[in-house]
């Protein structure tokens, strides 16, 4: 993977966002994450279903298909992950018992399927130790290689003693980046004790710090935003404020208000959600984000 790198989210649903193949997706995405896991009747068990309703919409989409386009973009350089979340991923690893049947389904399916890893993007709650149990045991399996992203939300994140950073932080040996969502959050504290609202530089800034300096390495920082304001319920900014954030924590250049007290020349890249409602939109994120992130030194 490039220094700094541009994650996109791809949806397997249609909610009026442009429906796409995985070839579709642009090049300058340099980790695509599979959008989403199902939980399974077994604790801890996920599986994946390829929708039938965006096979339809794109006359016809198979699964060998599917499988085709996610090794012919791992040939050209590109991860793809499955995401492990959302409306109908919502699973629960509590014990060993769970964490063994996660970290066997998940192997299971990125061998089915071709997927570099896996994205925690679990908004019910994560268990520290257990998923760290679980993700160490699936990337034993897995090998070098191995991708691990996360998508906490802003809450998630606040401190070092909550279960989400506490879980970046037990997985940081194998963690590749976390992009939390600076959206659909409202106003939250920065670094420097003060509250910063959501859809502004020093927000993205502000927050990143705190991961910064709690114990993340600066390239497993990533700044998640919103494709469009259609891709969220609120905390949209411009591409060109989140190219101005991402240049204020890697050089202290174009900062807003707030300008961290050290800079970050390593910091990891940003993600959106999603590939789909960028491409609605004319893909200002790969264009503008992705282009900028693959300009910086």
Same mark, same amino acid.
């Given at each position: 993977? !490039?220094?700094?790198i541009?994650?996109?989210?791809?949806?397997?649903?249609?909610?009026?966002?442009?429906?796409?193949?995985?070839?579709?997706?642009? /090049?300058?995405?340099?980790?695509? @994450?599979?959008?989403?896991?199902?939980?399974?009747?077994?604790?801890?068990?996920?599986?994946? *279903?390829?929708? !039938?309703?965006?096979?339809?919409h794109?006359?016809?989409?198979?699964?060998?298909?599917?499988?085709?386009?996610?090794?012919?973009?791992?040939?050209?350089?590109?991860?793809?992950?499955?995401?492990?979340?959302?409306?109908?991923?919502?699973?629960?690893?509590?014990?060993?018992?769970?964490?063994?049947?996660?970290?066997?389904?998940?192997?299971?399916l990125?061998?089915?399927?071709?997927?570099?890893?896996?994205?925690?993007?679990?908004e019910n709650?994560?268990?520290?130790?257990?998923?760290?149990?679980?993700?160490?045991?699936? /990337?034993?399996?897995?090998?070098?290689?191995?991708?691990?992203?996360?998508?906490?939300?802003?809450?998630?994140?606040?401190?070092?003693?909550?279960?989400?950073?506490?879980?970046?932080?037990?997985?940081?040996d194998?963690?590749?980046?976390?992009?939390?969502q600076?959206?659909n959050?409202?106003?939250?504290?920065?670094?420097?004790?003060?509250?910063?609202?959501?859809? *502004?530089?020093?927000?993205?800034?502000?927050?990143?710090?705190?991961?910064?300096?709690?114990?993340?390495? !600066?390239?497993?920082?990533?700044?998640? +935003?919103?494709?469009?304001?259609?891709?969220?319920?609120?905390?949209?900014?411009?591409?060109? +404020?989140?190219?101005?954030?991402?240049?204020?924590?890697a050089?202290?250049?174009?900062?807003?208000?707030?300008?961290?007290?050290?800079?970050?020349?390593?910091?990891?890249?940003?993600?959106?959600? @999603?590939?789909?409602?960028?491409?609605? /939109?004319?893909?200002?994120?790969?264009?503008?984000?992705?282009?900028?992130?693959? /300009?910086?030194?």
């Amino acid at each position: 993977l !490039p220094k700094h790198i541009l994650t996109g989210y791809w949806q397997n649903f249609d909610n009026g966002a442009t429906v796409q193949r995985i070839s579709d997706v642009p /090049a300058a995405y340099d980790v695509i @994450s599979v959008s989403f896991a199902d939980a399974t009747s077994t604790p801890g068990g996920l599986s994946f *279903t390829l929708d !039938p309703t965006l096979s339809s919409h794109l006359g016809g989409y198979t699964d060998a298909q599917f499988k085709a386009d996610i090794a012919a973009k791992r040939a050209a350089g590109k991860r793809v992950v499955l995401s492990v979340g959302g409306q109908n991923g919502t699973v629960s690893v509590s014990d060993s018992t769970s964490a063994a049947n996660f970290a066997n389904s998940a192997w299971t399916l990125m061998q089915n399927y071709g997927f570099d890893g896996i994205d925690i993007d679990l908004e019910n709650g994560v268990n520290s130790t257990y998923m760290a149990q679980a993700l160490h045991s699936l /990337a034993a399996k897995a090998g070098s290689g191995f991708i691990l992203t996360m998508a906490p939300q802003t809450i998630d994140m606040q401190s070092t003693g909550m279960e989400y950073f506490k879980l970046a932080l037990n997985v940081k040996d194998i963690l590749t980046i976390v992009n939390m969502q600076y959206y659909n959050s409202g106003a939250m504290n920065g670094c420097d004790g003060n509250v910063y609202s959501q859809g *502004t530089e020093n927000f993205l800034t502000g927050l990143a710090c705190i991961q910064l300096k709690g114990g993340l390495r !600066p390239d497993q920082v990533g700044l998640g +935003v919103p494709a469009s304001t259609s891709a969220a319920g609120g905390g949209y900014v411009d591409p060109g +404020v989140v190219d101005n954030a991402l240049d204020c924590l890697a050089a202290g250049t174009n900062c807003g208000s707030y300008k961290p007290d050290t800079t970050w020349p390593g910091i990891g890249g940003a993600m959106t959600w @999603s590939t789909n409602w960028d491409a609605k /939109a004319g893909n200002p994120v790969a264009n503008t984000i992705g282009g900028h992130l693959h /300009a910086m030194p």
